[in-house]
């Protein structure tokens, strides 16, 4: 099934796979929300923390280490780039998807990692928080959980 993988002996959906599951409260705004999170995956991989947050006002970051309450876009992408510097990514997959309302969504991601320098793959969950305004998803919150 396209979206779907196994890693570490682990199953992994996709935001696709979850939308192509027909897994129960997914309407048509969060078939929507998928297209968001690919492209917020690919950022993440990237490192381009800057077209995360690019239609976003104001983000909440809890990294380890850093609370910010709100942030303006260009913080927040400064600051989560300082985060991601030391390292490599492997994987970023989307393990769930939430509606919490019509508009307000979050999307539980598992994150494996090298620290720059070793071999060690490290894993993290990072929660994404969207919000829906004027028809579009935008970023709100990142939450990583080591």
Known sequence: MKGYSVRHGRAVLTGAALVSLGIPGLARAQADLTVVLRDARTAWLTHEVQDLVRQSDTVRLHLPGVTAASL????????LADYLKPTREVTFEVRGLRTLADD???????RVFLVLGTEEEREETV???YRRLDGYWSLREVRVMP
């Open 104 to 110: 307000h969504a979050y999307a539980e991601v598992q």
């Open 72 to 79: 303006r876009p260009v913080q927040a992408a400064r600051l």
């Open 127 to 129: 929660f994404l928080g």
